[in-house]
């Protein structure tokens, strides 16, 4: 569709009739020689008097008012406006924070098949199909053991997150278990994310047994940043050392943050929680929209310069072929 950016412009088309209508008649005197024979002259002669403004009078009035109209519908600014083109802007970002300490290679759960696998294994697993339901949020990782570091910060990038996902091996950030600092170096990637919402979602087997900062501090500032964390206990609580998966502590960090706690016995389980928490974190995204403009002004006011230069022409041939065939004669041999 088209409109016009200044319609207002439209109510001067009755300008040129005003001024015609209540502005004096312009004048202007010229010294002349009176004849008082000339129309007998010019019957002797057999020639008829031209008349200055006579070529083209009849068309001269309409084609001005044509030419001002589309002058004025230029100035007006037509525009076509095209489709509106949408862009979809997150509002949350999504942090995923796995443990990867040396208990993530104990082969207790098992895969589609049925084979036994170790649990980094199926869990990578669910987080790609997690990351794939995810489309419009602004994911990121971090891996922690004996210390937590940034695999992928924040990105809609899901492609490149996937390819660094699988490149996360047991054990590659030391044997130990790090929550408090998997918990501090995500408050830092959020720090200044323009998102209102912020997410972690924090993974692990085992206790924490090398954490700089202590997780229910840690899990203290991600409230006070209104970073929420949800916690999910995967190892046996049964167990001793660093395999022991301390409930309490996960419990503690998700009640403090406002997030839940899940406990995932197998690989089901697992799935069952990522699809409550793809429940609980719906997709929530803001849409842009922008309609760009095509300016056509260049339409009416091109219309207006060819009618001018058509009229023009139009005129200089018709005066020419309007000159007795005698002066145009007199003209050729004078060229």
């Known amino acids: 569709m088209w409109q016009l950016e200044y319609p207002w412009l439209l109510f001067l088309l009755p300008l040129p ?13 010229r010294s002349a020689l009176r004849v008082p024979f000339f129309s007998a002259m010019s019957h002797a002669a057999g020639q008829e008097p031209s008349r200055g403004g006579a070529v083209g009078g009849r068309w001269q009035l309409p084609l001005n008012l044509l030419v001002w109209a589309l002058v004025l519908l230029a100035c007006a600014r037509p525009v076509l406006v095209e489709n509106p083109i ?35 294994s199926i869990v990578k697993g669910v987080v790609r199909d997690f990351i794939g339901e995810r489309k419009d949020d602004r994911i990121g990782l971090v891996v922690f053991g004996s210390g937590a570091f940034t695999q992928a910060p924040p990105t809609r990038d899901h492609a490149s997150l996937l390819i660094l996902l699988d490149e996360v091996g047991i054990g590659m950030a030391g044997p130990n278990t790090a929550l408090g600092d998997a918990i501090g170096l995500t408050l830092k990637l959020l720090k200044d ?12 087997d085992g206790n924490d047994t090398a954490s700089a900062i202590p997780p229910s501090h840690a899990a ?12 999910i206990g995967i190892g046996d609580p049964e167990a001793s050392g660093e395999s022991k998966v ?18 995932a016995g197998d690989r089901e389980a697992l799935k069952g929680v990522y699809a409550t928490l793809d429940q609980i974190t719906p997709h929530q995204v803001k849409t842009l929209s922008h ?45």
């Open 17 to 29: 009739w005003v001024a015609w209508r209540y502005l004096p008649a312009y004048r202007e005197s």
């Open 86 to 120: 949408e862009r979809v802007q997150p509002i949350r970002d999504l942090m995923l924070a796995i443990d990867i300490s040396q208990s993530m290679e104990t082969n207790d759960y098992r895969d589609a098949s049925g084979q036994r696998a170790d649990r980094l």
């Open 193 to 204: 994310a323009p998102e209102q919402e912020k997410v972690l979602i924090l993974l692990t």
């Open 220 to 231: 203290s500032m991600a409230h006070e940043r209104g970073v929420v964390v949800h916690t």
């Open 246 to 263: 301390d409930l309490k502590t996960l419990q503690g960090i998700a009640r403090i943050t406002g997030g839940r706690f899940f406990r």
């Open 291 to 335: 309609q760009p403009k095509r300016d056509l002004f260049w339409l009416p006011l091109g219309a207006a310069l060819l009618l001018l230069v058509a009229a023009h022409s139009v005129a200089a041939i018709a005066g020419r072929l309007a000159l007795p065939r005698d002066t145009r004669a007199g003209q050729e041999v004078e060229g």
